[in-house]
């Protein structure tokens, strides 16, 4: 969905904020970096068998926060679930989708963490964990925290290199996946990193997405390009554009070949700028502020998009 190409009802999403400024792209003011690559991930494999898990809904989309270490997969999630839970929904860790009491307490780690208006400490989740998002009782899907070196390493970019549950859920489950790419505004890594990324995306798109499967471009800490926000309102398709521009190559993946369906939608993926706060630091102490409603909102939005659709 290349910015020329949103038509009028795109346009005209309501999203609380959210909407299309068409001021042009300025020079950047500010430019914060992340001090993690993604060169020094280790994590401990022990716990990870493909017998481990369970997934008893064999229904309702799994959405996978697809995104390399400190991209900010776990937070978002956690800034997502506190909005949806605040919009009446129900937020619940499955629990049988591992055995263990270390699963048992990380999942009721993550249910406290919502009660808090914290970040999550750096160390939060070394491990995966899958969330379900409720609402009258009905599972509308559920989400896999996972970390990010089980999503993207620089060493082994083919779509095969999957920690054995994640095979299994990706090749053996039939649920519909929605894939979260999660990019990040001024990833701050040399160039043959952020290109292995799009080479392992491009992997995973290729051969391992089925037809029923969705694809959403997350553009994440996008706070950190003031630029794209006026007025409170985030520039959908100057975000869009910027987002290709850092991440060559990658939006071409998604290049729609359906002809007819390509004169409409050019692009096979949602984009979704987002934020999930604003981290400070006072005194040496870690200070976060949760990000404006605007963006779990038009984040659900789009998951809800690809749910339907
Ligand atoms: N500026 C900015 N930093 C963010 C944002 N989201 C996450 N971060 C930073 O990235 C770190 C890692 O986030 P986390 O959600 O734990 O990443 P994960 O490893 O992908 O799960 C956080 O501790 C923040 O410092 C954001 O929206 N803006
Ligand atoms: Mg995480």
Redesign the pocket.
């Known amino acids: 969905m290349e910015s020329k190409n949103y038509n009028s009802e795109e346009f005209k999403l309501d999203l609380g904020g959210l909407d299309i400024d068409q001021t042009p792209v300025s020079e950047s003011t500010s430019r914060?970096a992340?001090s993690?690559t993604t060169e020094d991930m280790h994590y401990d494999d022990n716990n990870n068998s493909a017998n481990s898990i369970q997934i008893g809904d064999k229904h309702s989309p799994i959405i996978m926060?697809f995104?390399?270490?400190?991209?900010?997969?776990?937070?978002?999630?956690?800034r997502l679930s506190r909005y949806l839970r605040d919009q009446g929904y129900e937020i619940v860790p499955d629990l049988n989708f591992r055995a263990g009491d270390n699963y048992r307490e990380k999942c009721r780690k993550f249910m406290e963490g919502l009660d808090t208006q914290d970040?999550?400490p750096?160390t939060?989740?070394t491990d995966f964990l899958l969330v379900k998002i409720v609402k009258n009782g009905k599972t509308i899907c559920q989400f896999l925290?996972a970390?990010?070196e089980h999503y993207f390493s620089k060493k082994n970019v083919s779509a095969k290199d999957f920690p054995s549950y994640m095979t299994e859920i990706i090749r053996k489950l039939k649920n519909r996946k929605i894939w979260v790419y999660?990019t990040e505004?001024d990833w701050n890594v040399d160039f043959s990193t952020k290109k292995a990324y799009v080479t392992r995306i491009t992997n995973c798109y290729n051969q391992l997405m089925t037809s029923t499967d969705r694809s959403i471009i997350m553009y994440?800490?996008?706070?950190?390009k003031p630029y794209l926000i006026k007025s409170r309102r985030v520039s959908l398709s100057n975000a869009n554009k910027e987002m290709s521009d850092e991440y060559q190559g990658l939006v071409n993946v998604f290049r729609n070949n359906t002809p007819i369906v390509s004169w409409v939608k050019k692009y096979k993926y949602e984009f979704v700028p987002?934020?999930?706060?604003?981290?400070t630091s006072e005194n040496g102490r870690?200070v976060y502020t949760e990000?404006e409603d605007m963006y779990p909102a038009y984040l659900w939005k789009s998951i809800m998009k690809c749910i339907k659709g």
């Open positions: 914060t992340s993690q926060l995104g390399p270490r400190s991209s900010g997969k776990s937070m978002t999630l956690v970040a999550l750096g939060a989740y925290e970390p990010g999660i505004a994440n800490k996008i706070d950190q987002f934020c999930t706060g604003y981290y870690l990000s």
